[in-house]
């Protein structure tokens, strides 16, 4: 069993860090030739703990199996869970909570403050040799570069193309990360550590639910920026191995990082389109998937739910769709649906495909969470999660556990390291 070190900007700042409650048990080579770690989370104190207690709770490790299933379900990358289990023993958290560890599976647990780690500690070969075990296991299409600047220079592309992916998909469900500090942002593109995360459901860009986030950093709204803030640290990280020349390095990393904006949009585009039944986006579309938001927050709707009642045009009596502005905008989209050479049935399934009928709701996974810590009781939660492994069934069933709760949200609070 090992702890892994690693550095970290939280909340803007270096740190020095490492698995200070978690346990890396080793790798498991599926039949299908997939390498993944397990890991222990919450299995007790490591030399990286510091004054923490190396523990974890029941309920904050049972909210990480939900969501973190629900993502999976959603098909976007992510780290999974294989087991929660009870310790037996009772830990402090303000109130004495049941003991719990999760059992983590992840492609791997190499961060971009893996990196920041072998800058902090180490040498240019450290640097080199980090680069080139992260290529074979996750890049290994790049291992046979001969030319190593080249092969670099593409890893650190491959590493900006895979976040502004993960993180348009985040955008497109309402998922809040929460603590998007660079030593939770996992060079292969998953999501990785649900500590305050939660998905939104009123609309509402600049929606924060961990308690100390104070400033927004990790808003909803800013997660793509932060998202190419976190790329820049890991690109310095690069600058020793990118050219032996620092200012032709640096102009690389630069050159690189810049790429994520574009890629991000588009893919947030081509998502937006799926959601809203447009196979081949056009340029002036951008409008039309604004101006719809624009509208969903004005109205403080729900967000999945209306892209659901868009998709079955069974609109619930509510203030967007009563709108006048709202009638006007969905008249513009009917026509440029209606534009393509498409069936209604073919467009209505690719909205289908692309817009969840169910996502973990906050008031779902907490009553999820009391009952199992107050009663014992997991029923509720299998039944949660097992609704969530297929969003896009769009089931009678998921449809009850879809309802918004606005007024839970509204003062709605998650944490770290609980
Ligand atoms: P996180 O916010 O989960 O990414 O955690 C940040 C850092 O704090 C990581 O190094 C964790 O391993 C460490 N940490 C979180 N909770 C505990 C705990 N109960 N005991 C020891 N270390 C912890
Ligand atoms: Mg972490």
């Given at each position: 069993?090992?702890?892994?070190?690693y550095c970290g900007h939280q909340f803007g700042y270096f740190t020095m860090l490492g698995?200070?409650?978690?346990?890396?048990?080793?790798?498991?080579?599926?039949?299908?030739?997939?390498?993944?770690?397990?890991?222990?989370?919450?299995?007790?104190?490591?030399?990286?703990?510091?004054?923490?207690?190396?523990?974890?709770?029941?309920?904050?490790?049972?909210?990480?199996?939900?969501?973190?299933?629900?993502?999976?379900?959603?098909?976007?990358?992510?780290?999974?869970?294989?087991?929660?289990?009870?310790?037996?023993?009772?830990?402090?958290?303000?109130?004495?909570?049941?003991?719990?560890?999760?059992?983590?599976?992840?492609?791997?647990?190499?961060?971009?403050?893996?990196?920041?780690?072998?800058?902090?500690?180490?040498?240019?070969?450290?640097?080199?040799?980090?680069?080139?075990?992260?290529?074979?296991?996750?890049?290994?299409?790049?291992?046979?570069?001969?030319?190593?600047?080249?092969?670099?220079?593409?890893?650190?592309?491959?590493?900006?193309?895979?976040?502004?992916?993960?993180?348009?998909?985040?955008?497109?469900?309402?998922?809040?990360?929460?603590?998007?500090?660079?030593?939770?942002?996992?060079?292969?593109?998953?999501?990785?550590?649900?500590?305050?995360?939660?998905?939104?459901?009123?609309?509402?860009?600049?929606?924060?639910?961990?308690s100390i986030d104070r400033d927004g950093r990790y808003s909803y709204k800013n997660q793509?920026?932060?998202?190419?803030?976190?790329?820049?640290?890991?690109?310095?990280?690069?600058?020793?191995?990118?050219?032996?020349?620092?200012?032709?390095?640096?102009?690389?990393?630069?050159?690189?990082?810049?790429?994520?904006?574009?890629?991000?949009?588009?893919?947030?585009?081509?998502?937006?389109?799926?959601?809203?039944?447009?196979?081949?986006?056009?340029?002036?579309?951008?409008?039309?998937?604004?101006?719809?938001?624009?509208?969903?927050?004005?109205?403080?709707?729900?967000?999945?739910?209306?892209?659901?009642?868009?998709?079955?045009?069974?609109?619930?009596?509510?203030?967007?769709?009563?709108?006048?502005?709202?009638?006007?905008?969905?008249?513009?989209?009917?026509?440029?649906?209606?534009?393509?050479?498409?069936?209604?049935?073919?467009?209505?399934?690719?909205?289908?495909?692309?817009?969840?009928?169910?996502?973990?709701?906050?008031?779902?996974?907490?009553?999820?969470?009391?009952?199992?810590?107050?009663?014992?009781?997991?029923?509720?939660?299998?039944?949660?999660?097992?609704?969530?492994?297929?969003?896009?069934?769009?089931?009678?069933?998921?449809?009850?556990?879809?309802?918004?709760?606005?007024?839970?949200?509204?003062?709605?609070?998650?944490?770290?390291?609980?």
């Open positions: 069993m090992i702890a892994q070190a698995d200070g409650r978690a346990m890396l048990l080793g790798e498991q080579i599926t039949p299908d030739n997939k390498r993944f770690d397990i890991q222990l989370k919450g299995s007790g104190r490591t030399i990286y703990s510091r004054g923490g207690d190396g523990k974890a709770v029941l309920g904050p490790m049972l909210r990480e199996y939900i969501i973190s299933e629900a993502m999976y379900g959603l098909k976007i990358p992510t780290t999974r869970s294989l087991a929660v289990t009870l310790t037996g023993e009772e830990v402090f958290r303000e109130v004495l909570q049941p003991g719990a560890v999760l059992t983590r599976v992840a492609s791997s647990h190499i961060r971009v403050g893996t990196f920041q780690f072998a800058v902090a500690n180490g040498e240019r070969e450290d640097i080199k040799a980090l680069a080139d075990y992260t290529i074979s296991r996750h890049f290994n299409e790049l291992d046979n570069i001969v030319d190593e600047k080249e092969k670099y220079k593409l890893f650190l592309r491959r590493v900006v193309e895979l976040q502004a992916e993960l993180i348009s998909s985040w955008q497109l469900v309402g998922f809040i990360h929460g603590v998007m500090n660079t030593d939770n942002m996992s060079i292969c593109g998953e999501t990785i550590d649900y500590g305050p995360c939660a998905f939104m459901d009123t609309y509402k860009k600049d929606t924060v639910f961990s793509p920026s932060i998202g190419q803030w976190n790329l820049s640290r890991f690109a310095e990280t690069l600058v020793p191995i990118l050219d032996d020349d620092t200012d032709k390095s640096l102009e690389i990393a630069i050159s690189e990082v810049v790429k994520y904006q574009k890629i991000y949009d588009t893919f947030w585009r081509k998502g937006m389109s799926k959601k809203l039944g447009i196979f081949d986006e056009e340029k002036d579309d951008i409008f039309i998937f604004y101006d719809l938001l624009s509208l969903i927050e004005k109205y403080k709707a729900d967000y999945t739910n209306t892209f659901i009642d868009l998709n079955f045009e069974d609109f619930e009596d509510n203030e967007l769709f009563n709108s006048s502005d709202f009638l006007k905008w969905k008249e513009r989209w009917k026509n440029r649906v209606n534009k393509q050479s498409k069936s209604a049935d073919e467009i209505k399934s690719l909205m289908k495909n692309n817009n969840p009928a169910i996502i973990p709701r906050n008031h779902k996974v907490e009553e999820a969470i009391e009952m199992a810590v107050s009663k014992g009781d997991i029923s509720f939660t299998k039944r949660l999660v097992d609704l969530l492994s297929n969003p896009f069934e769009h089931t009678q069933e998921q449809k009850k556990f879809s309802k918004e709760h606005n007024k839970f949200d509204e003062n709605y609070k998650t944490y770290c390291g609980t």
